[in-house]
């Protein structure tokens, strides 16, 4: 090697016997090193005289590192000390090297600041007033280094390249030398910062206009490490360097600033910058796409926030026209998801086990393996398989694929090859999965069999043919099982040991889709093709509850960590569920912060009163949700322990001191009819029959009283006396209850006995016990209630009892709970249960657990059950906490789901992370998205408008109002971008809305009617919507279609069953269209859409797959007269599957369609001579393609072409050059876009997406 070097240069050394300069070399410790004979024969090739040579070679170091350091010396002696110390440094520091123009530079601005400490700003502005550095001691010192960097094993480049410190010894010898001086590292980094600033900005305006893309990459790591964090906050909520990223195509690279960012600053996080990192990840797919709308989503955001003044002003005056968002939050969106755009549809998903990788199978073939934090893609692996179907990691290194075709491929992740593939099944691979100790692996296909492997081989051990397709496969998380679900509508669990059945859930309304086990192992969910979801208690196959989900397929179902239940499906909907039954309607909070220590519900279910320790009673009243202010009984500040209602008005309260106090809650404030002392100790429990009231004590006893006595009376307090004293507990009693008849009253207390007292005529004869229970728990009886004929009893060994009285046998234990009981009650065959720590239990009377979650986050005290009439005769519980609030539950309603917005097209597939909360979803849109859940604030959110698809919108003919319909019925009331109020119209969707004058909306949902706007209500926010008249009840057909030719005129509406219907003024004239009476006839023709043209012709369009024209005109007597017969317009669609979806006629002349896939066609009739109203030709047709999905409004609005798709966007064309204006992004799907029709220069929309948002929009400029 060192001749080769040497000779290359023409030069050698002595070997002879007497002078072997060679063995010299080879006898230093470090001539092992390759690099080192390299460095050591440069040193002698440049500085040694042959006269010298062999003292030379003896006087080099003897190793690589000190070698290293005697270069680095020799290039200070020839250049001085302190330019090699910075620009060795420079090199060090910088992360990609640096060209010699930059090296020149930061020796430039170096030298201008003759060395001094500096600061970020001095050197920014040294480096714009500096003169340059001497050209021929730059040059010299240049090629000094390139010879040190080259044979250190630097590339040979071309001169003008990158410099760069290359290898690990050179790195670690200029450390050693340089950054021993305190301080050096961070001058490099502010003269590389002050550098590419100077680059960013070159004319000092912070424009950033003309910047370069390196510098602007470069520019914040260095910041960062310069300690300049200010600088770089105020760089990053700069829309304009923004702009610059995106002028640049170098958007996705600015998610590494902010990381960096919030890395060093740590909790202490400025929130604007994280406003502007929120705003770029929910923006990022649109703005890469269309970098003109950055200025449009800046201007969009909160009025408050940096990002929209900073829009705003460089929009004032400019004459730039967007899309003004008029109703847009004026809260921060949090970004819950990350995009990640695909270039292919992607089939499967799957998270490594540590949830750092994640992996993305296409229908080409392709996985792309995604990191889960960054949300940047590693790298992508094609694979010999058609199309990826499903994937698994087996473990961090090794993913397994499914394909369409059967086959199942294992990939080393970092090797990116592949080790093993095998035939696995003889159709397409639906599902696999691996067991939660990596040992085993499932597939399941649409050949019907499950097949489990050995973890990383490519032989399966058991196998089980189901005898139909099947579609999913799970694991239990903790035992030896495996379930599939498929075709045949039924849940199996199998034994993993040898494949035979452990339990069967069958009963499900059409076939499974997807499958999964909570992570406790206790519940499985099972999706259905039709949209449903099943919870079950998959060991005694009992169904939990069964909810819609979805409209269309459940294509995934996954419990996340915590307990939650994600499920995606057709809808392009991702919804998260709290995974069990249980809603929380409300929270009472009362005006005193005291302990709520019991609660008691009206009869009517219309009043809630609550007793505190300290603050007395007081009294909640429905809706419970409106905030309407309780009322206070007042007593004597002595702790309230229980309650109960003697009727709707008249309150009975116990107190800790043994004092009983009765309330006429009808007056206001409630007054105190009566103070009895009813007890020598504190009353522990109140019951109420038709007659009697019990009330017990800790003085062992049992009192009861005639209820007419403490009615409102006379009698004085002293004179009422109780009916008798019930005695026979040892110790306090804690509990009563009476049964449904009034027959028997049931005790219980400290002493561990429950008495049933035979109470059927107490003023003839005295009660006496009927049966007792004694020591029927181990601890205190704390609680009891009837459900039916038979008892359950609550105690503090945390345990629910259910009893025969007849034979005073227990029936059932239910077991659940790790702390005492306080509250149990039953409803609809199912007993509920609340435990000291605020845990709820729900069993069924067979003892299988229904549903379990915290009730209160404290200590509890007390819980009461009723039905609520204001909501259908809901099962509804009350929880009195130790804080002083009441919780309000539907203990077995599934709970409103939390739907998060941003795929416009089906989700094929959901991948749950194992380590943390956050999960990957895919969609046919092209995207992944990585979504990460952060905690809610507490309490409960009031419900949208609407809680799902937007159905019909319309304004009123002057624009004042505007109106919108959802899917489950909803009217809601719109004035200025602002919702008014909202009412319900009935239980179907509403199809169609038009206005028949400016106060009055025609609606059809379940019938046809006339609703009313009453302003006065509307400004006083009470109401403003009332039904006027039903003008037609519900029938077969229903509204298809609806157009009002003149606004605020008649309404023209076509049915389903293809007749048309006109509405006239005066809501009484109804006009018909006959069968065979006209061209058009209902029977024939179905009506898909209609328009009006300006001469007030009707275009009635029929059959989205051939379109044909049937043109009308509107008589004095409110008839539609056909002008002329009907016109076929040839069009042939590309595929059989597409269908027309709207049409647009204008001026008898251009003809425009929208088609299911998004493209729009055109055409023009072509007048020729002679012939008047020349056809349409099929081959005149131009086909475009505007939209990603299906079209669902198109507008002619002048010069100008409007259209909303099902890709969310709504889209602005120039109609003559079809050059895209102004584009706006919905969080979902549109359903229905309207333009207002009130002429103004700047037009409003209205537009409703399929996840019940409602959007006002205006094409609009800002002026100066």
Same mark, same amino acid.
């Given at each position: 090697?060192?001749?080769?070097?040497?000779?290359?240069?023409?030069?050698?050394?002595?070997? %002879?016997?007497?002078?072997?300069?060679?063995?010299?070399?080879?006898?230093?410790?470090?001539?092992?090193?390759?690099?080192?004979?390299?460095?050591?024969?440069?040193?002698?090739?440049?500085?040694?005289?042959?006269?010298?040579?062999?003292?030379?070679?003896?006087?080099?170091?003897?190793?690589?590192?000190?070698?290293?350091?005697?270069?680095?010396?020799?290039?200070?002696?020839?250049?001085?000390?302190?330019?090699?110390?910075?620009?060795?440094?420079?090199?060090?520091?910088?992360?990609?090297?640096?060209?010699?123009?930059?090296?020149?530079?930061?020796?430039?601005?170096?030298?201008?600041?003759?060395?001094?400490?500096?600061?970020?700003?001095?050197?920014?502005?040294?480096?714009?007033?500096?003169?340059?550095?001497?050209?021929?001691?730059?040059?010299?010192?240049?090629?000094?280094?390139?010879?040190?960097?080259?044979?250190?094993?630097?590339?040979?480049?071309?001169?003008?390249?990158? &410099?760069?410190?290359?290898?690990?010894?050179?790195?670690?010898?200029? #450390?050693?030398?340089?950054?021993?001086?305190?301080?050096?590292?961070?001058?490099?980094? @502010?003269?590389?910062?002050?550098?590419?600033?100077?680059?960013?900005?070159?004319?000092?305006?912070?424009?950033?206009?003309?910047?370069?893309?390196?510098? &602007?990459?470069?520019?914040?790591?260095?910041?960062?490490?310069?300690?300049?964090?200010?600088?770089?906050?105020?760089?990053?909520?700069?829309?304009?360097?923004?702009?610059?990223?995106?002028?640049?195509?170098?958007?996705?690279?600015?998610?590494?600033?902010?990381?960096?960012?919030?890395?060093?600053?740590?909790?202490?996080?400025?929130?604007?910058?994280?406003?502007?990192?929120?705003?770029?990840?929910?923006?990022?797919?649109?703005?890469?796409?269309?970098?003109?709308?950055?200025?449009?989503?800046?201007?969009? #955001?909160?009025?408050?926030?940096?990002?929209?003044?900073?829009?705003?002003?460089?929009? =004032?005056?400019?004459?730039?026209?967007?899309?003004?968002?008029?109703?847009?939050?004026?809260?921060?969106?949090?970004?819950?998801?990350?995009?990640?755009?695909?270039?292919?549809?992607?089939? %499967?998903?799957?998270?490594?086990?540590?949830?750092?990788?994640?992996?993305?199978?296409? @229908?080409?073939?392709?996985?792309?393996?995604?990191?889960?934090?960054?949300?940047?893609?590693?790298?992508?692996?094609?694979?010999? =398989?058609?199309?990826?179907?499903?994937?698994?990691?087996?473990?961090?290194?090794?993913? =397994?694929?499914?394909?369409?075709?059967?086959?199942?491929?294992?990939?080393?992740?970092?090797?990116?090859?592949?080790?093993?593939?095998?035939?696995?099944?003889?159709?397409? @691979?639906?599902?696999?999965?691996?067991?939660?100790?990596?040992?085993?692996?499932?597939?399941?296909?649409?050949?019907?069999?499950?097949?489990?492997? #050995?973890?990383?081989?490519?032989?399966?051990?058991?196998?089980?043919?189901?005898?139909?397709?099947?579609?999913?496969?799970?694991?239990?998380?903790?035992?030896?099982?495996?379930?599939?679900?498929?075709?045949?509508?039924?849940?199996?669990?199998?034994?993993?040991?040898?494949?035979?059945?452990?339990?069967?859930?069958?009963?499900?309304?059409?076939?499974?889709?997807?499958?999964?086990?909570?992570?406790?192992?206790?519940?499985?969910?099972?999706?259905?093709?039709?949209?449903?979801?099943?919870?079950?208690?998959?060991?005694?196959?009992?169904?939990?509850?069964?909810?819609?989900?979805?409209?269309? =397929?459940?294509?995934?179902?996954?419990?996340?960590?915590?307990?939650?239940?994600?499920?995606?499906?057709?809808?392009?909907?991702?919804?998260?569920?709290?995974?069990?039954?249980?809603?929380?309607?409300?929270?009472?909070?009362?005006?005193?912060?005291?302990?709520?220590?019991?609660?008691?519900?009206?009869?009517?279910?219309?009043?809630?009163?609550?007793?505190?320790?300290?603050?007395?009673?007081?009294?909640?009243?429905?809706?419970?949700?409106?905030?309407?202010?309780?009322?206070?009984?007042?007593?004597?500040?002595?702790?309230?322990?229980?309650?109960?209602?003697?009727?709707?008005?008249?309150?009975?309260?116990?107190?800790?001191?043994?004092?009983?106090?009765?309330?006429?809650?009808?007056?206001?404030?409630?007054?105190?009819?009566?103070?009895?002392?009813?007890?020598?100790?504190?009353?522990?429990?109140?019951?109420?029959?038709?007659?009697?009231?019990?009330?017990?004590?800790?003085?062992?006893?049992?009192?009861?009283?005639?209820?007419?006595?403490?009615?409102?009376?006379?009698?004085?307090?002293?004179?009422?006396?109780?009916?008798?004293?019930?005695?026979?507990?040892?110790?306090?009693?804690?509990?009563?209850?009476?049964?449904?008849?009034?027959?028997?009253?049931?005790?219980?207390?400290?002493?561990?006995?429950?008495?049933?007292?035979?109470?059927?005529?107490?003023?003839?004869?005295?009660?006496?016990?009927?049966?007792?229970?004694?020591?029927?728990?181990?601890?205190?009886?704390?609680?009891?209630?009837?459900?039916?004929?038979?008892?359950?009893?609550?105690?503090?060994?945390?345990?629910?009892?259910?009893?025969?009285?007849?034979?005073?046998?227990?029936?059932?234990?239910?077991?659940?709970?790790?702390?005492?009981?306080?509250?149990?009650?039953?409803?609809?065959?199912?007993?509920?249960?609340?435990?000291?720590?605020?845990?709820?239990?729900?069993?069924?009377?067979?003892?299988?657990?229904?549903?379990?979650?915290?009730?209160?986050?404290?200590?509890?005290?007390?819980?009461?059950?009723?039905?609520?009439?204001? #909501?259908?005769?809901?099962?509804?519980?009350?929880?009195?906490?130790?804080?002083?609030?009441?919780?309000?539950?539907?203990?077995?309603?599934?709970?409103?789901?939390?739907?998060?917005?941003?795929?416009?097209?089906?989700?094929?597939?959901?991948?749950?992370?194992?380590?943390?909360?956050?999960?990957?979803?895919?969609?046919?849109?092209?995207?992944?998205?990585?979504?990460?859940?952060?905690?809610?604030?507490?309490?409960?959110?009031?419900?949208?408008?609407?809680?799902?698809?937007?159905?019909?919108?319309?304004?009123?003919?002057?624009?004042?109002?505007?109106?919108?319909?959802?899917?489950?019925?909803?009217?809601?009331?719109?004035?200025?971008?602002?919702?008014?109020?909202?009412?319900?119209?009935?239980?179907?969707?509403?199809?169609? &809305?038009?206005?028949?004058?400016?106060?009055?909306?025609?609606?059809?949902?379940?019938?046809?009617?006339?609703?009313?706007?009453?302003?006065?209500?509307?400004?006083?926010?009470?109401?403003?919507?009332?039904?006027?008249?039903?003008?037609?009840?519900?029938?077969?057909?229903?509204?298809?279609?609806?157009?009002?030719?003149?606004?605020?005129?008649?309404?023209?509406?076509?049915?389903?069953?293809?007749?048309?219907?006109?509405?006239?003024?005066?809501?009484?004239?109804?006009?018909?269209?006959?069968?065979?009476?006209?061209?058009?006839?209902?029977?024939?023709?179905?009506?898909?859409?209609?328009?009006?043209?300006?001469?007030?012709?009707?275009?009635?369009?029929?059959?989205?797959?051939?379109?044909?024209?049937?043109?009308?005109?509107?008589?004095?007597?409110?008839?539609?007269?056909?002008?002329? /017969?009907?016109?076929?317009?040839?069009?042939?669609?590309?595929?059989?599957?597409?269908?027309?979806?709207?049409?647009?006629?204008?001026?008898?002349?251009?003809?425009?369609?929208?088609?299911?896939?998004?493209?729009?066609?055109?055409?023009?009739?072509?007048?020729?001579?002679? @012939?008047? /109203?020349?056809?349409?030709?099929?081959?005149?047709?131009?086909?475009?393609?505007?939209?990603?999905?299906?079209?669902?409004?198109?507008?002619?609005?002048?010069?100008?072409?409007?259209?909303?798709?099902?890709?969310?966007?709504?889209?602005?064309?120039?109609?003559?050059?079809?050059?895209?204006?102004?584009?706006?992004?919905?969080?979902?799907?549109?359903?229905?876009?309207?333009?207002?029709?009130?002429?103004?220069?700047?037009?409003?929309?209205?537009?409703?997406?399929?996840?019940?948002?409602?959007?006002?929009?205006?094409?609009?400029?800002?002026?100066?």
């Amino acid at each position: 090697m060192v001749r080769k070097d040497l000779a290359l240069y023409g030069k050698k050394l002595e070997e %002879s016997p007497f002078n072997n300069q060679m063995r010299l070399v080879l006898l230093k410790r470090g001539s092992k090193q390759p690099l080192y004979l390299m460095l050591l024969t440069q040193d002698l090739r440049l500085f040694a005289l042959y006269e010298k040579l062999s003292e030379r070679i003896q006087k080099l170091p003897v190793s690589l590192p000190l070698l290293l350091q005697h270069l680095l010396g020799c290039l200070e002696q020839d250049h001085g000390l302190e330019l090699v110390a910075i620009a060795l440094v420079s090199l060090w520091a910088s992360r990609d090297g640096l060209t010699e123009r930059d090296l020149y530079g930061i020796l430039a601005t170096w030298k201008e600041l003759s060395g001094a400490d500096i600061d970020l700003e001095e050197a920014i502005h040294a480096g714009r007033r500096a003169g340059g550095y001497p050209m021929a001691p730059f040059f010299d010192f240049l090629r000094s280094l390139r010879g040190l960097l080259r044979a250190c094993g630097s590339p040979a480049e071309p001169p003008g390249s990158r &410099l760069h410190l290359y290898g690990t010894p050179l790195r670690t010898a200029v #450390e050693k030398r340089y950054l021993r001086k305190p301080g050096l590292d961070r001058t490099a980094h @502010v003269l590389l910062a002050a550098h590419w600033w100077k680059l960013c900005d070159p004319d000092g305006s912070r424009s950033f206009r003309n910047c370069e893309a390196e510098s &602007l990459t470069a520019l914040p790591y260095h910041l960062v490490q310069s300690g300049c964090l200010d600088i770089l906050a105020s760089l990053l909520t700069d829309l304009r360097v923004v702009s610059a990223h995106v002028r640049l195509c170098l958007l996705p690279s600015l998610s590494e600033p902010y990381a960096l960012y919030e890395g060093a600053v740590g909790s202490e996080h400025d929130e604007t910058v994280a406003s502007f990192r929120a705003f770029l990840q929910r923006n990022m797919d649109l703005v890469s796409q269309n970098p003109s709308l950055l200025l449009q989503q800046a201007a969009n #955001e909160p009025e408050s926030s940096a990002l929209c003044w900073q829009a705003q002003a460089e929009l =004032c005056g400019n004459g730039r026209r967007f899309l003004k968002w008029i109703n847009k939050p004026q809260e921060a969106q949090e970004s819950m998801s990350l995009v990640l755009p695909l270039p292919a549809t992607p089939s %499967s998903v799957s998270v490594s086990p540590s949830g750092s990788l994640a992996a993305v199978g296409t @229908v080409e073939g392709t996985i792309h393996l995604l990191d889960m934090k960054t949300g940047q893609e590693q790298k992508s692996l094609l694979s010999n =398989c058609d199309g990826i179907s499903a994937c698994v990691f087996l473990s961090e290194t090794s993913v =397994c694929l499914g394909a369409f075709d059967g086959r199942l491929e294992l990939w080393s992740v970092r090797e990116g090859c592949r080790l093993m593939g095998s035939d696995a099944h003889k159709a397409q @691979v639906t599902d696999c999965c691996i067991s939660s100790d990596s040992r085993l692996l499932a597939t399941v296909s649409l050949d019907g069999f499950i097949k489990l492997w #050995e973890s990383g081989r490519d032989c399966w051990t058991r196998e089980r043919d189901c005898t139909c397709p099947l579609n999913g496969v799970t694991f239990h998380p903790a035992d030896q099982l495996v379930a599939t679900g498929g075709w045949d509508r039924t849940v199996t669990v199998l034994d993993v040991n040898d494949m035979s059945v452990v339990s069967e859930m069958k009963g499900h309304d059409a076939a499974i889709r997807c499958i999964s086990f909570s992570s406790v192992g206790n519940v499985l969910a099972a999706g259905s093709l039709a949209g449903t979801i099943c919870l079950w208690s998959w060991r005694e196959a009992v169904a939990l509850c069964t909810f819609v989900a979805h409209s269309g =397929c459940v294509a995934a179902a996954r419990f996340l960590p915590g307990g939650k239940l994600i499920t995606a499906g057709e809808d392009a909907k991702v919804q998260l569920w709290t995974g069990r039954l249980g809603e929380l309607w409300s929270t009472l909070q009362p005006p005193a912060l005291s302990a709520a220590l019991c609660a008691a519900p009206s009869p009517d279910g219309s009043r809630l009163a609550v007793g505190y320790h300290s603050d007395d009673v007081w009294v909640y009243h429905q809706p419970w949700r409106s905030g309407v202010d309780p009322t206070h009984c007042k007593g004597n500040r002595v702790a309230v322990c229980s309650l109960a209602w003697l009727d709707n008005l008249f309150l009975v309260g116990g107190s800790n001191d043994g004092s009983l106090y009765i309330w006429n809650t009808s007056d206001l404030p409630p007054s105190c009819l009566h103070k009895l002392q009813g007890h020598e100790r504190a009353v522990t429990g109140l019951a109420v029959c038709k007659n009697l009231v019990a009330s017990t004590s800790d003085d062992f006893t049992v009192r009861l009283w005639l209820t007419e006595t403490l009615r409102p009376s006379s009698a004085t307090d002293t004179s009422i006396s109780p009916l008798a004293t019930l005695r026979g507990h040892t110790a306090g009693v804690t509990c009563c209850a009476f049964g449904l008849d009034g027959c028997y009253l049931a005790t219980g207390g400290k002493d561990r006995a429950l008495f049933l007292w035979d109470v059927k005529d107490p003023s003839q004869k005295t009660p006496t016990v009927w049966r007792s229970l004694p020591f029927c728990h181990r601890d205190w009886i704390s609680t009891c209630a009837w459900t039916g004929p038979v008892l359950l009893s609550g105690s503090h060994d945390c345990t629910v009892c259910l009893w025969d009285p007849q034979t005073g046998k227990c029936l059932r234990v239910f077991l659940g709970h790790q702390s005492p009981i306080c509250g149990v009650t039953s409803e609809n065959g199912h007993v509920i249960s609340v435990d000291r720590e605020g845990m709820l239990v729900a069993w069924d009377l067979q003892g299988v657990e229904k549903t379990r979650f915290l009730a209160h986050p404290g200590r509890a005290n007390h819980c009461a059950g009723f039905r609520d009439q204001t #909501e259908g005769k809901t099962c509804m519980l009350a929880v009195a906490g130790s804080d002083g609030t009441v919780n309000i539950w539907k203990p077995l309603t599934m709970e409103q789901p939390q739907v998060l917005s941003g795929h416009s097209a089906a989700v094929c597939g959901v991948a749950v992370s194992p380590a943390s909360s956050s999960f990957l979803t895919i969609a046919k849109d092209k995207t992944a998205r990585l979504w990460a859940l952060r905690q809610k604030d507490g309490g409960v959110k009031g419900l949208p408008e609407h809680r799902g698809v937007i159905t019909a919108v319309a304004w009123s003919p002057e624009g004042e109002f505007a109106v919108s319909g959802g899917e489950h019925g909803e009217l809601t009331l719109w004035q200025e971008g602002k919702a008014v109020t909202t009412a319900k119209t009935g239980s179907r969707c509403i199809s169609a &809305l038009a206005f028949t004058s400016p106060h009055t909306v025609l609606v059809a949902s379940d019938g046809i009617s006339l609703w009313s706007i009453n302003t006065s209500e509307c400004e006083a926010g009470t109401g403003g919507l009332t039904q006027k008249t039903l003008l037609l009840p519900a029938g077969k057909a229903s509204v298809l279609s609806a157009c009002v030719p003149v606004p605020g005129g008649p309404v023209v509406l076509g049915l389903t069953d293809g007749a048309l219907l006109v509405i006239g003024l005066s809501a009484a004239n109804f006009w018909k269209s006959k069968r065979k009476k006209m061209s058009w006839s209902y029977g024939d023709h179905v009506c898909f859409d209609i328009s009006a043209s300006k001469e007030g012709i009707l275009h009635v369009w029929d059959s989205r797959k051939n379109p044909c024209l049937f043109k009308m005109r509107m008589t004095h007597s409110g008839k539609l007269r056909e002008e002329e /017969n009907s016109e076929p317009i040839p069009w042939e669609p590309r595929r059989p599957s597409i269908w027309v979806t709207v049409v647009r006629l204008v001026e008898e002349k251009f003809l425009f369609y929208a088609d299911s896939e998004g493209a729009l066609w055109t055409q023009t009739r072509q007048e020729q001579e002679g @012939v008047e /109203n020349s056809g349409w030709v099929l081959e005149r047709w131009h086909r475009r393609k505007i939209h990603d999905d299906q079209i669902t409004a198109l507008h002619i609005l002048g010069d100008r072409i409007v259209t909303a798709s099902r890709d969310r966007d709504v889209k602005i064309w120039d109609r003559s050059t079809m050059k895209l204006l102004g584009q706006f992004r919905c969080h979902a799907p549109i359903s229905h876009l309207e333009p207002c029709p009130w002429a103004d220069p700047s037009p409003r929309f209205i537009a409703g997406d399929t996840l019940g948002n409602i959007y006002f929009l205006e094409w609009t400029s800002l002026s100066a």
